[in-house]
């Protein structure tokens, strides 16, 4: 299918580790990315991963690829009150269409003080 | 400021009106997107271009049009809206060789 799929809602405690998983559809894709959405604010890239890493980490995030299952996940170390906000996976497709970045439906992501 | 600039950033039409939702950026990027976000349904792509005077359909097209007549512009027009185009629309974009995209602010579109 064409389906990029998430889970919608996850609430953490500030100072706990987030995982926020997705799961996409091309084997082939060639990038994958995290991006954040602030309330009322566009998308900001978060990180990306090319397809044939497995890991990446960057300060408190830290992606996982598992293409066997198309599987990627994001992890928040020490979860702040400010890291709140909607995140989406979304995968870069191959082919004549190399522009076709397609997204997730997002995790809301909710921090308890 | 570098970026991408949408306008406007919100917009109230009648069903059957015609508009167009700007969209520019000043960083020399090839490639161009506009998206549309629906709660519960992520972004979907509704038209790209890889470069002035080449587009095409992304997964959600009908009742839209584009034109990429400068490598700064890419219009998304809407010849006679609906409420079903009730959403809030992301323009994007991104040069060869960069991994992700740069995103506008958004504009907000209701459809009464």
């Known amino acids: 299918g064409e389906d990029v799929e998430q889970s919608l809602f996850l609430s953490v405690r500030e100072g706990d580790s987030s995982v926020i998983n997705c799961t996409y559809t091309?084997?082939?894709?060639?990038?994958l990315y995290w991006y954040k959405q602030e309330p009322g604010a566009g998308l900001q890239l978060l990180t990306y991963?090319?397809?044939?890493?497995d890991m990446k980490q960057d300060q408190r995030l830290t992606v996982l690829l598992n293409k066997k299952d198309k599987h990627l996940s994001l992890r928040i170390a020490d979860t702040q009150t400010g890291d709140s906000a909607i995140y989406f996976c979304?995968?870069?497709?191959?082919?004549?269409?190399?522009?076709?970045?397609?997204f997730g439906t997002g995790t809301l992501l909710a921090v308890q003080p | 400021n570098a970026g991408v600039t949408q306008t406007p950033k919100f917009q109230v039409l009648k069903t059957g009106q015609s508009m167009t939702l700007q969209c520019a950026q000043d960083?020399?990027?090839?490639?161009m997107s506009w998206y549309r976000q629906d709660p519960g349904m992520g972004l979907r792509l509704i038209h790209y271009?890889?470069?002035?005077?080449?587009?095409d359909q992304g997964e959600v097209p009908n009742g839209y049009n584009v034109s990429r007549s400068t490598t700064e512009d890419f219009p998304l027009r809407l010849l006679s809206a609906a409420p079903s185009q009730t959403s809030v629309y992301f323009c994007?974009?991104?040069?060869?060789?960069?991994?992700?995209?740069?995103f506008g602010s958004g504009t907000r579109l209701t459809v009464v």
């Open positions: 994007a974009s991104r040069n060869q060789g960069v991994y992700g995209y740069t």
């Open positions: 960083m020399n990027h090839e490639y």
């Open positions: 979304a995968e870069r497709r191959p082919g004549g269409a190399t522009n076709k970045l397609i």
């Open positions: 091309d084997s082939s894709s060639t990038y």
């Open positions: 991963i090319f397809s044939n890493m």
């Open positions: 271009s890889v470069g002035a005077g080449i587009t």
